[in-house]
């Protein structure tokens, strides 16, 4: 799996193994797993994402809307 359009900025968490990439041309982050190397998740975020902070963003809206 790729990842979307135009990725920017990377973020790693070394915790879970998961790697997330702000897609400024798609709009989106993409969920990597670390282990598998392969998209995990693709998070929508309505705008053009292109830093660790919309990164962060994105992540914190994700976990809001599902409760973790």
Request: hydrophobic share 40%; glycine share 8%; proline share 4%.
């Amino acid at each position: 799996n790729d990842t979307g359009l135009a990725p920017q900025s990377i973020s790693l968490n070394p915790a879970t193994n998961r790697i997330y990439v702000a897609n400024y041309g798609s709009g989106n982050v993409s969920v990597i797993d670390g282990s598998t190397n392969s998209v995990a998740a693709s998070l929508d975020v309505g705008y053009f994402p292109a830093s660790e902070a919309a990164i962060q963003e994105a992540l914190q809206t994700w976990h809001d809307a599902v409760g973790k």
